[in-house]
């Protein structure tokens, strides 16, 4: 179980994220969405612990991650994180990097394990291609895999999809869900597109203007009377998302 509590943080001298709090059981994916400077990457930051936030509570397993002791490293080591921006050793082979994340582990359990994320990820054909000739949605696949390639108790995506095509996107989206369910950690996934809302999450949030306008299961949103629900609802029909998939999510 991962719980968030923010109780105010001022980003800058005009905006700040005020009573930001979220709870996300292992096993399930927590979308929260909103607009562009809604906040979103802020909270991202402070739960995986890039920011400092004084006050903010940040719970994982009942363990306080939060605790006010400085860090020589800033990020918790409980925290995987994908941010929007990848970092990744350009000149790398693919097979290189999978043997150099998890060298951590004996010969046997390194082999099953790389050959496990080498299936889960579709990247057989990747493996003697270098990191830097990946294209975008490639290189976020391997982003996401060395996330997870430590003993981590929760994972954020900031943005996941945003490199990714449609059929690239519904890749991600079965790889994602798979991989939360095979480690059942807790997953909080930052995006502004409903599309990953509809097929993916267990529980959606909505951020506006700093602070949580909405929280729920799918079926309680597309339900909901709430004036924030009520305008995603309209941006979603008039995006023409397939009625079939409207109706699956709220069943």
């Known amino acids: 179980m991962l719980k968030i509590f923010i109780p105010r943080y001022q980003v ?32 991202a930051h402070i739960v995986v ?3 400092k936030c004084e006050g903010a509570s940040i719970l994982v397993n009942q363990l306080e991650l939060n605790g006010g002791i400085d860090r020589l490293i800033p990020q918790f080591k409980q925290a995987g994180y994908v941010p929007q921006n990848l970092h ?3 000149h790398h082979t693919v097979l290189d990097y999978l043997a150099m994340l998890f060298q951590r582990l004996p010969h046997k359990e390194k082999e099953k394990t790389i050959k496990y994320y080498i299936r ?21 696949k391997i982003a996401l895999l060395e996330a997870v390639s430590q003993p981590i108790e929760f994972l ?14 519904i890749e991600f989206t079965t790889i994602i869900q798979e991989l939360i369910a095979h480690k059942k ?3 909080l996934l930052i995006s502004h597109d409903l599309l990953d809302i509809l097929k993916m999450s267990d529980k959606l949030g909505v951020i506006k203007n700093g602070k949580i ?6 079926e309680n949103f597309w ?3 709430n004036k924030i629900a009520n305008s995603l609802k309209q941006a979603i029909l008039n995006w023409k998302i397939e009625t079939d998939i409207l109706l699956n999510n709220q069943t």
Request: hydrophobic share 35%; with cysteine; aromatic share 8%.
């Open 12 to 43: 800058n001298p005009h905006f700040g994220l005020s009573k930001i709090k979220i709870e996300i059981k292992a096993g399930e994916i927590y979308t929260l969405v909103g607009k562009s400077g809604s906040g979103k990457s802020t909270v």
């Open 49 to 51: 612990g890039l920011t």
């Open 88 to 90: 990744l050793k350009p």
């Open 120 to 140: 889960l990820f579709h990247i057989k054909h990747l493996l003697h291609t270098k990191i830097i000739q990946l294209s975008g949605g490639e290189r976020q």
């Open 156 to 169: 954020v995506l900031d943005e996941p999809f945003s490199q990714l095509d449609t059929e690239q996107k």
């Open 185 to 187: 950690i807790p997953c």
């Open 213 to 218: 306008a909405f929280q729920g299961k799918w």
């Open 223 to 225: 339900n909901s009377k």
